[in-house]
């Protein structure tokens, strides 16, 4: 993983939705070639993106008024922009995972109730209770930001998927997602040490938002492969994903567990994690984003 320092002025990109589309005709089941672990461990981004990043859109819409920074605001709308695009690219793979006889309705089902309903809004008056729980839902996508930048450059630099014949379509999805996370990974930090910043709450709400995240990634990887249907044996285990880790195919378990303390360190920002340069080059070659930005014009 790299950990460049950044997040100088210049650095600063405008953040835009970019209108892709894909066409998944072509994409196999098993799109990682003879690895049906891997596939299915980041066929698991289909379910979870989807809810996760209209609950961040939602809860981003609420927090406009408090923002007073104007640069900030811009990045904010920016921000809920790209994540609209991401959820609905990632949704239209869910149909051509049915054609190919996995079903993913089950669990996407289970992560839908817990953003709409476990992290959802709540009757509560106004005042301090309803900004308290505003503010912890802030705090919760600053946690998860983390990881999704992380992810995305990871898949950036994830050459072993090309060495190993990954479907360039996912691949393409993948990276111009993973792209759009390390473009903006400041921004939802940003946001938080704006509003509010304390300590205390960072750190309790990274661990909700690691142990939720694990869980469910953990728990939708199970449910890919128990229902291959190509699959007579389809068990999932940490141990697959370290191996994987280790190959290449994967994040490395190291990598992960390294970017905890950096999150928990006082002096963390996420300009040093990923590099700019690298997700604005791959956003100015991306097949899709080209066709996107074909379209617009």
């Excluded at 980041?42 to 819409?61: C, D, K, Q, S, T």
């Excluded at 006889?101 to 817990?114: E, I, K, N, S």
Aim: charged share 25%; aromatic share 12%.
């Amino acid at each position: 993983m790299s950990n460049k320092p950044e997040g100088r002025p210049d650095e600063r990109v405008t953040l835009k939705a970019r209108k892709v589309s894909f066409s998944w005709e072509g994409t196999p089941l098993h799109w990682v070639p003879g690895d049906p672990f891997a596939t299915h461990t980041i066929n698991v981004l289909h379910l979870l993106l989807p809810a996760g990043e209209r609950w961040f859109v939602h809860v981003y819409r609420q927090v406009l008024p408090y923002i007073r920074d104007e640069r900030l605001r811009e990045d904010v709308i920016g921000f809920i922009g790209q994540e609209a695009m991401h959820s609905q690219a990632h949704d239209e793979v869910l149909p051509h995972l049915r054609e190919q006889g996995l079903d993913p309705t089950p669990y996407t089902a289970q992560v839908d109730w817990f953003f709409e309903k476990l992290l959802g809004d709540r009757t509560l008056p106004p005042g301090r209770a309803r900004r308290w729980w505003l503010m912890e839902r802030v705090a919760l996508i600053a946690a998860i930001e983390h990881y999704t930048a992380f992810l995305g450059d990871w898949v950036l630099n994830a050459e072993e998927l090309d060495r190993r014949g990954a479907d360039p379509t996912m691949l393409d999805l993948l990276r111009w997602h993973g792209a759009e996370e390390v473009e903006h990974r400041s921004v939802a930090f940003d946001l938080f040490t704006h509003l509010d910043g304390g300590y205390r709450r960072r750190v309790r709400t990274w661990a909700t938002a690691f142990a939720a995240l694990v869980f469910l990634w953990q728990r939708g990887t199970r449910f890919f492969m128990e229902n291959d249907p190509t699959l007579t044996d389809g068990r999932a285990s940490f141990k697959d994903f370290y191996v994987r880790g280790r190959r290449g195919t994967l994040p490395a378990t190291g990598d992960l567990l390294r970017s905890v303390p950096r999150y928990l360190s006082r002096a963390y920002h996420p300009s040093r994690e990923g590099s700019t340069e690298q997700a604005v080059a791959y956003l100015a070659s991306s097949p899709a984003a080209l066709a996107a930005e074909e379209g617009a014009s």
